[in-house]
């Protein structure tokens, strides 16, 4: 059974972004370095990102992994890093597809990033959730 996609974009330009996307992360001073201390197969990591989108976008069920997960525990990953990544993400998206699947897929993006980066570290040593009950 076909299901419709929740982002009508082909997988070719999924791929694309994918590899656009982590040649502009390699390239970046403060990115680069985070990936450069877990990614040593940059092939690899792209196919599993690429199912992470289509499995996002198109429905497709070929990623089942804990992206939150591998977050909190690769140890250099903190809160403020989302809106670089997401700045980066959406220059990419502006320019290899039309308006209107951009502006879809950046808006999921962002939700998705607002998940993953609550409870991360952030740099001035606090955790994004309150402490309660604390002066
Ligand atoms: C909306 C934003 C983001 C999304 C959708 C996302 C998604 C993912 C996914 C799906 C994986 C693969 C997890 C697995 O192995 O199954 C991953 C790995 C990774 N992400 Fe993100 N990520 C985001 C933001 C970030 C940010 C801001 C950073 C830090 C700069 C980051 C750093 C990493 C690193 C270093 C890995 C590789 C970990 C490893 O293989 O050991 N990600 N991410």
Redesign the pocket.
Known sequence: MTMTPRIPVTVEQIDRVVSKFYGRVRAHPA?GL??A???ADWPA?EE??GR?WRNALLLHHC?D???MQ??RT?GN?RAQ??S???SL?DSVLDEELPPPLATAWSSL?HR??RG??YGLPSDDGEDEVPRLGQA
Do not use: D, T
Request: hydrophobic share 60%.
């Open positions: 990115l985070i990936f201390a877990h990614v990591h599993k990102i992470f990623y992994g804990n992206p591998i977050h690769a990953v890093h989302f670089v990544w997401l993400f993006a998705i990033g993953l980066s």
